[in-house]
């Protein structure tokens, strides 16, 4: 591997003449003096056999060859400065990568605005999101997969922090013959119609998920898909409020009028997955989806 011959130094110099306008502008930018800059920016034409500046009148102006010079040097020493803060970050315990598992029934808004708020404050942390379903965030906790999980299950072995409770709600189409009934409806009612399920994510998939035994079913794997289906007229299901609260207001959907089991609550619990080694991230990032949770106010 070719080391370089040309200090970071040197190339602030180039820069600071072109963004400057000249030498002695550069200069007094850099608290140098004009000639130290002079040398630095000729140090760089010599090694590299190349002329990056020609004279007009008093300016400086750059050659094509300057130009792609100016232009790999600004990409140069900002890679430079984001490495030195990188590193800075880490030494003061902060995370490069953080994975963490959320349940698809945690209002999608929230969680965003939550690793936002994280990204202000640590923008070089990478974050890694995986969108789960039932067993599926308590398996990425498991297998290490993950730092943090928003789970509506518990591991064994694992404590966690409630969070939040979702509500679940019955409903069909406006239109569906479900809602035409005059009359409450019971479990056999149901069973006529086509139920929409979401899958569980895990590999050991829970059977007892599904609550509702039915002769028609489809199941899909994402809320929003079945959140469609439901829309379309193609069966009833039981979704997050917060998510179909908009269909709800516009009637183009209907809470299902059960005489039990209308409305369902799923506690969310969080989860750091290693409480004694968390690192500050991962603390951090768990405090700021607390607080949100906790100044989130339902409509």
Request: glycine share 8%.
């Amino acid at each position: 591997m070719m080391h370089p011959q040309i200090t970071l130094e040197q190339w602030r110099s180039l820069i600071a003449v072109v963004e400057a306008g000249g030498y002695a502008q550069a200069a007094e930018k850099l608290y140098k003096s004009q000639s130290a800059v002079t040398y630095a920016v000729q140090k760089i034409e010599t090694l590299l056999e190349v002329k990056a500046f020609k004279i007009q009148g008093r300016k400086a102006m750059l050659t094509l060859t300057g130009q792609m010079l100016y232009r790999r040097a600004l990409a140069l020493v900002e890679e430079a400065g984001d490495l030195e803060s990188a590193a800075h970050a880490l030494s003061a315990g902060w995370e490069a990568v953080i994975g963490i598992a959320s349940e698809i029934l945690f209002p999608s808004h929230i969680l965003l605005k939550c690793l936002d708020r994280f990204g202000q404050e640590s923008p070089r942390t990478r974050v890694e999101l995986i969108e789960s379903v039932l067993g599926g965030t308590s398996e990425a906790l498991q297998s290490g997969e993950v730092d943090l999980a928003i789970s509506p299950q518990l591991p064994t072995g694992v404590l966690g922090e409630l969070l939040t409770r979702i509500r679940l709600i019955a409903v069909a189409h406006a239109d569906h013959p479900l809602n035409r009934q005059s009359r409450e409806l019971t479990n056999r009612d149901l069973r006529a119609h086509r139920h929409l399920v979401v899958r569980d994510s895990g590999v050991k998939r829970d059977l007892r998920a599904v609550t509702v035994e039915v002769d028609q079913r489809w199941t899909v794997s994402q809320v929003e898909t079945s959140i469609r289906a439901v829309c379309m007229g193609y069966g009833f299901a039981w979704l997050p409020e917060e998510h179909i609260r908009d269909e709800l207001d516009r009637g183009i959907l209907r809470p299902l009028s059960l005489r039990e089991g209308g409305v369902r609550e799923i506690p969310l619990y969080l989860i750091v997955a290693d409480p004694d080694f968390a690192g500050s991230g991962v603390r951090r990032l768990a405090e700021i989806i607390k607080q949100e949770v906790g100044s989130w106010t339902i409509p």
